[in-house]
Structure formats: structure tokens, C-alpha cells
């Protein structure tokens, strides 16, 4: 959950509560707008929802389910090499414990990365272990047209850059690859490689949003070219600030709206990516804001989703900020 610290006037709590009414889809009647375009399917972790995440095998079904894009988290082995994992212990989702740093590539590619994974009441993957993969298999098993995102997890940053940086040399993968990070350690370390291509900080795009719903005007939109990600619906703690104390106030906010995607496409060639959408009434929410991407745990359902969806969509002129 979200700790933004804000002295809060007039409408300004109920404005951002209320967010997620700002959009509604078309109507019979309506002056609505028409879309030709559908948001991109991202697998999140290579498809977490529908694989182990982060393995070979999420890779290869995301490939055949038609995703559009592959998110990989990644870290870096006892032995310097990038390896694909996300929590910050490997017994969260495997068979052994401990951090991803205190084992070589070598013994992290014989652990089971899918030893927790479960389908209904079974875990089918304890009888045929799949390992850790290491960066550079997966950027072979991805296709050479599908584009890559890479999440940068585990700190210090500077020396996991190096390492990826190196792979990305060899393999000659900059093209595709783009780099995200909830550390902002790593916009400042991946700002060496002019060849990079970085989502702006998560902190700057949270900002900015909040600043947007709490009706404080875009005064601050991201550079040309930029890259944003965050969440379609994140839960908030909004505290006011008062002479003698304060108040919160738990809300769930729709964070991309008309008004943030307008406020993020001021500049040119502007895109952005919506987390965690995982569901027909998102995507298609996600579709008539003009969002360019959606970040999916499983692009099974979703690419379901969006196949079903007839173009041109029709959206309500409110909803239609991406002018795509």
C-alpha cells in the first residue's frame, strides 16, 4: 500500500476515491469515440498466472498463448550472472532458501523454480523441476520480434548493470530490451549506456498521477519519448495534515484516467504501460483511455480477452484521452 503524505483541501479526497468513475464504456446513443487499436498484452513475469513465474517454460507458453511483450525480473547470482527471479528469498517460490546472491548460476539452474507453483490442488512441476534460467537463455528462448522488459530487482544497482549491460553487448539485444525498476538506483546506473532504453523512475510517475487526481495540474509531464508504468487500481493511504494531528483516509484509486494519460501524453511519442490488469472490464478500460500496453499474469485469458473485443471500439468521448 501507498503512504502519499498530503495536506488535502476542498473535494480533493473524494476526487481521487473516485477516480475510476471517470470513464464508462460506450452506449447506444452516446458520443462516443472510435478506437482501431487495442493495448499490447505484456506477461508479467513471463506469464506468472499461466506458468511458473520467470522460467523457461512461462517464456515458451507465453510465446504460443501470443503475448505481445515479456516481463522478466531479474538479479544477479554469487557468481555475477543474471539469473530471472523476483523475491528477495528463493524460499518463496523454490525448493532451497536463502538469497539468489549466495548461489552460482550453475546451482541456481539445478534448483526447482517451480516447486510452489500450484494448479488447482496439485503442484505439477515438483515431479519435473524446471531451474532458474539465467538472462541469456531467456533472451534465446524469446523470440528475436518479441520486445523484452526487463525489471530490475536486488541492489546495489551498479554492479548488476554491468552484468546485464555485458549480456545485452554480447547477445546484441539492446534493441528489444527496455528497463524498469521500483529502484530508481538504476535509472541513474543504466544513464551510462546511451543505448538504453528506460521507463522513467516509479517514483516520478507515482507522483506525477497523484498530483493530477489531487486536481494540482500537469505541471510536470515526462520528457519526450518517455516510457511510464504503474498500476490501473492501487490502494492508497491518503493522510492529512492538521495544526494538531492528523487523519487517513484507506483509498482504492483508479490511477489512470483521462485526465493522467492526457497529463503523460503532453510530450511527444509518450508511452505507457498499465500494471496489473487482469480482467475483460479493465482491458477494455485500459483499450478507451488509449493506453498503449497492459501488464497481465496471465496472457492466456487476456489475449482471450482482447481477440474477443470487435474494432472499432466504441468508447465515451470522456474516456478517450490516448487519441489513438
Same mark, same amino acid.
Not at 531467456?138 to 523484452?148: D, K
Not at 483508479?254 to 475483460?280: E, M
Given at each position: 500500500m501507498l503512504d502519499w503524505v498530503r495536506r488535502v483541501v476542498g473535494g480533493s479526497i473524494l476526487g481521487l476515491m473516485l477516480a475510476g468513475c471517470a470513464f464508462a464504456p460506450g452506449t447506444a446513443g452516446s458520443s462516443a469515440k472510435p478506437f482501431t487499436t487495442l493495448p499490447k498484452i505484456i506477461a508479467h513475469r513471463g506469464g506468472t498466472g499461466d506458468a511458473p513465474e520467470n522460467t523457461l517454460e512461462a517464456i515458451r507458453l507465453s510465446v504460443e498463448h501470443r503475448a505481445?511483450?515479456?516481463?522478466?525480473?531479474?538479479? #544477479?547470482?554469487? $557468481?555475477? @550472472?543474471?539469473? #530471472?527471479?523476483? *523475491?528477495?528469498? =528463493?524460499?518463496?517460490? &523454490?525448493?532451497?532458501?536463502?538469497? @539468489?546472491?549466495?548461489?552460482?548460476?550453475?546451482?541456481?539452474?539445478?534448483?526447482n523454480a517451480a516447486w510452489s507453483f500450484r494448479q488447482g490442488d496439485a503442484y505439477p512441476y515438483r515431479a519435473r *523441476?524446471?531451474?532458474? *534460467?539465467?538472462?541469456?537463455?531467456?533472451?534465446?528462448?524469446?523470440?528475436?520480434?518479441m520486445p523484452v522488459i526487463l525489471d530490475m530487482k536486488a541492489l546495489p544497482a551498479g554492479t548488476q548493470t554491468q552484468a546485464v549491460a555485458r549480456v545485452l553487448d554480447e547477445e546484441q539485444a539492446w534493441s528489444r530490451v527496455s528497463i524498469y525498476s521500483t529502484e530508481a538506483d538504476y535509472q541513474q546506473t543504466f544513464a551510462a549506456y546511451p543505448q538504453a532504453k528506460l521507463f522513467e523512475?516509479?517514483?516520478? &510517475?507515482?507522483g506525477r498521477l497523484v498530483r493530477v487526481l489531487l486536481n494540482e495540474g500537469c505541471v510536470d509531464a515526462p520528457a519526450d519519448h518517455a516510457m511510464s508504468a504503474f498500476e490501473l487500481h492501487r490502494a492508497l493511504t491518503v493522510v492529512e495534515k492538521f495544526t494538531l494531528g492528523e487523519g487517513r483516509s484507506d483509498v482504492q484509486a483508479t490511477l489512470w484516467t *483521462?485526465? &493522467?494519460?492526457?497529463?503523460?501524453?503532453?510530450?511527444? $511519442?509518450?508511452?505507457?504501460?498499465?500494471?496489473? @490488469?487482469?480482467?475483460?472490464?479493465?482491458?477494455? &478500460?485500459?483499450?478507451?483511455?488509449?493506453?498503449?500496453?497492459? =501488464?497481465?499474469?496471465?496472457? #492466456?485469458?487476456? @489475449?482471450?480477452?482482447?481477440?474477443?473485443?470487435?474494432?472499432?471500439?466504441?468508447?465515451?468521448?470522456?474516456?478517450?484521452?490516448?487519441?489513438?
Amino acid at each position: 500500500m501507498l503512504d502519499w503524505v498530503r495536506r488535502v483541501v476542498g473535494g480533493s479526497i473524494l476526487g481521487l476515491m473516485l477516480a475510476g468513475c471517470a470513464f464508462a464504456p460506450g452506449t447506444a446513443g452516446s458520443s462516443a469515440k472510435p478506437f482501431t487499436t487495442l493495448p499490447k498484452i505484456i506477461a508479467h513475469r513471463g506469464g506468472t498466472g499461466d506458468a511458473p513465474e520467470n522460467t523457461l517454460e512461462a517464456i515458451r507458453l507465453s510465446v504460443e498463448h501470443r503475448a505481445d511483450v515479456m516481463w522478466l525480473s531479474v538479479q #544477479l547470482s554469487k $557468481d555475477g @550472472v543474471p539469473v #530471472l527471479y523476483r *523475491p528477495a528469498d =528463493l524460499s518463496a517460490l &523454490t525448493d532451497a532458501k536463502g538469497p @539468489v546472491s549466495a548461489y552460482t548460476a550453475a546451482e541456481l539452474a539445478r534448483v526447482n523454480a517451480a516447486w510452489s507453483f500450484r494448479q488447482g490442488d496439485a503442484y505439477p512441476y515438483r515431479a519435473r *523441476p524446471v531451474g532458474v *534460467p539465467t538472462l541469456r537463455d531467456a533472451l534465446h528462448a524469446v523470440p528475436r520480434t518479441m520486445p523484452v522488459i526487463l525489471d530490475m530487482k536486488a541492489l546495489p544497482a551498479g554492479t548488476q548493470t554491468q552484468a546485464v549491460a555485458r549480456v545485452l553487448d554480447e547477445e546484441q539485444a539492446w534493441s528489444r530490451v527496455s528497463i524498469y525498476s521500483t529502484e530508481a538506483d538504476y535509472q541513474q546506473t543504466f544513464a551510462a549506456y546511451p543505448q538504453a532504453k528506460l521507463f522513467e523512475s516509479r517514483d516520478a &510517475t507515482r507522483g506525477r498521477l497523484v498530483r493530477v487526481l489531487l486536481n494540482e495540474g500537469c505541471v510536470d509531464a515526462p520528457a519526450d519519448h518517455a516510457m511510464s508504468a504503474f498500476e490501473l487500481h492501487r490502494a492508497l493511504t491518503v493522510v492529512e495534515k492538521f495544526t494538531l494531528g492528523e487523519g487517513r483516509s484507506d483509498v482504492q484509486a483508479t490511477l489512470w484516467t *483521462p485526465a &493522467t494519460v492526457a497529463c503523460f501524453r503532453q510530450k511527444a $511519442d509518450g508511452r505507457i504501460v498499465a500494471i496489473a @490488469v487482469n480482467d475483460a472490464d479493465d482491458y477494455r &478500460t485500459a483499450a478507451c483511455l488509449g493506453i498503449d500496453a497492459v =501488464l497481465a499474469d496471465s496472457p #492466456l485469458k487476456m @489475449v482471450g480477452v482482447r481477440d474477443g473485443m470487435t474494432l472499432p471500439l466504441r468508447c465515451e468521448q470522456a474516456g478517450a484521452a490516448g487519441g489513438r
